[in-house]
């Protein structure tokens, strides 16, 4: 039987009971407020993040894994007997991090390690290394392991809504006058992943219709092979969304979980989202 480890970022948001359940190795990202410095979930929960960034003047910044840092995870790997390492990581469109774990596993050859582009970022990361993970726990081989990804990968989908502008502000990537706009129409755009970036599918004028827009987009994509919730700082809307899609067939139970500070820095508290990977 094949021994497959599976290794993912921070970006992906998995659980942390999920990760340990599967055995998944997860590589930190780190985030910088101002002159401190934070690994992913080790020194700093998605909790104290949000903490902080309502104080914090400036939007703090993302750095990727140096390759070291994945070399370490896959070296683990393979000292513990696994016959090859899949890789999964934040769309190469958004971060530096898939440069960094091709990198680390050139450095392993001849040890098979195949890194995988998944486009995409948090939850959707986390449901695609999940996917591996089972076919990894089954005793799949690389290949097979690398075919059932890529099938998932091909049924998943992403749709969410962010509930401020002001953290685009904060960044520079909207001027103060649009965000002043923004926030007096109660614009909340609806936001998907296509080809790995983010794309405006639409806009709705207030809050509860951005929500019910999550839910009768991903109603429409049932039956679910997996289905997923996650939020930055907005656990009660959440929760709402969640009761929303109670019910639908899946075949998984739905998971639930906090955005961290990848993707919370640029989406800002009150980011929900939901995606799913629809049923073959």
Known sequence: MSSIAIVTDSSSDLPADEAARLKIAVVPLTIRFGSDEFVDRADLTAEEFWARCKTAPALPETAAPSPGAFQEAFQAAKDAGADGVVCLTISSKLSATYQSALAAASSMAPFPVEVIDSLTVTLPLGLLTLVAAEAAAEGDTLDDVLAKTADAQRRLHVVFTIDTLEHLK????????????????????????????????????????????????????????????????????????????????????????????????????????????TRS
Request: glycine share 14%.
């Open 170 to 277: 904060k960044g520079g990537r909207i001027g103060g006058a649009k965000a002043l706009l923004g926030s007096m129409l109660s614009i909340k755009p609806i936001l998907t992943l296509q080809d790995g970036v983010v794309h405006e599918e639409g806009r709705q004028r207030t809050r509860a219709k951005s929500l019910d827009h999550l839910v009768v987009t991903a109603t429409a994509g049932a039956p679910f092979e997996r289905l997923a919730v996650v939020h930055g700082d907005a656990s009660a809307d959440a929760a709402t969304v969640a009761g929303k899609l109670a019910g639908l067939d899946c075949a998984s139970p739905v998971i639930m979980a906090d955005i961290g500070p990848v993707v919370g820095t640029h989406a800002g508290p009150g980011v929900i989202g939901v995606c799913w990977i």
